[in-house]
Structures are given as C-alpha cells and as structure tokens.
C-alpha cells in the first residue's frame, strides 16, 4: 500500500480528485498538510476524517515546523508526498529527506511557464499573454527549485481559439485531474522508475 501525503493550500480539486481515482487497494491519503487553517482542501480532508496538519502559519495556534511535519510524516511512513496547488517552497531539508518521494502538478507544460512567482492564474496568464496554442498540465518530481524535477507526465490542450486566461484554467484543471491521479496510480504500481536521471513510465496493466 502507497502510503500519501498530500499538501495543499486551497480549493482542494486535485486533492479531491486523486481521492476519488487513487486505486483503493494500492493507494490511500493518511494525511494532508497545509499552510492555510483556512482553505477548503482542509475542511474537505477533515470532513473525510483524514488526519490534517498545519505548516507555518502564525495565525493558527497548533502550527508545525516543516522539522515537525517532516517528523510527523516519518513516523506515519508516508512513501510519497504529493504537492497539490500547495504554493510555499518546501525547505531543502524536507526535499532532501525525501528525495524522489515528492511530486508536484503544474499546471502548464514545464519547463516553460515554471519558476518563482508561477502559480494559479499568474501561469495561466503569462500562457495567455504569450499566444501560445498550447497548454496542459505536468506532474514532475520535486527538487530544490521550483518547478525543475525531472517531469514524469504531460498532458496538452488545444488553447489556439481561447479568449481569455480564464478559459485556459477551466480547460488545464480538467486535465490536471485526470494526470495526476493516473501518476500516483502509476507509482503504486512501481512503474515510475528514475535510470540514467531520466523518469521511465510503463503503462499500467489494461492500458
Ligand atoms: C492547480 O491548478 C494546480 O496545478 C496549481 O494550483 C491549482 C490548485 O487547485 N498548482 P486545487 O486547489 O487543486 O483546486
């Protein structure tokens, strides 16, 4: 059994999502990290009655360090955390701590339209500005910089007749919850592999 962390830090959708298509028998979330006491991702979990835990942030009284959380997930022997529009940097001790046990889904084709700053709308902005006739989703791997792992999975979207940075949102988010849930399903099933610092995916059983 794949045992999942997953961080967020707003509306939840791909939290949401990876709930409802994670294979049950290989897969569960035990606990879900957030910097905000206050966002729907973590009403959500606990209206499941998944364990929830709170990460710096000064307003809420029973906030933990990244140390205690990286404690937390150690002992709970979390095999993968999942960033799911979780936006603060993880320290690089965490990231180190579990190196190759973290993913991220962006929600453009990296590596363009990555980095600092590169998040929600900003992305689907700075996409839209561009012109660009594409877009999509990407799930990578989690290093010390923002946006740089190794990338497991990508799906596009056509954007070429798209009015408004808005509608590549409404279009990317639908991807983002098919291609993550079918990457966590892909590392249940030990099909990720990391050989000569590029991923192998082979395709899950019925595909
Ligand atoms: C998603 O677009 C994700 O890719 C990005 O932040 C958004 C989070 O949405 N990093 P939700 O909280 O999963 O609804």
Not at 26 to 52: H, P, R
Not at 67 to 80: A, N, P
Not at 102 to 125: E, R
Not at 134 to 159: K, M, P
């Amino acid at each position: 059994m794949l045992k999942i962390a997953v961080f967020v830090s707003g509306k939840g959708s791909n939290l949401q999502s990876l709930i409802e298509k994670i294979d049950p028998k290989k897969a569960k979330v035990l606990a879900v990290v957030s910097n905000k006491s206050d966002c729907l991702a973590i009403s959500y979990s606990e209206g499941l009655g998944i364990d929830t835990f709170i990460v710096d942030d000064k307003h809420f009284s029973d906030s933990l360090s990244s140390d205690e959380i990286t404690d937390v997930l150690q002992t709970k022997e979390i095999d993968l955390i999942v960033l799911a529009g979780y936006l603060k940097k993880l320290p690089a001790s965490m990231v180190d701590s579990f190196e190759n046990r973290i993913i991220n889904i962006h929600p453009a084709l990296l590596p363009s339209f990555g980095g600092k700053g590169m998040y929600g709308m900003n992305v689907h902005k700075a996409v839209y500005n561009s012109s660009a006739m594409i877009s999509g989703a990407t799930v990578h791997f989690v290093n010390r910089n923002y946006d740089e792992g190794l990338i497991i999975a990508q799906r596009s979207v056509d954007i070429t007749n798209i009015k408004s940075p808005e509608e590549i949102a409404a279009k990317v988010i639908k991807i983002e919850h098919e291609l993550l849930p079918y990457v966590v399903n892909c590392i249940a099933e030990k099909k990720i592999i990391i050989k000569d610092n590029r991923v192998e995916v082979s395709p899950l059983n019925g595909e």
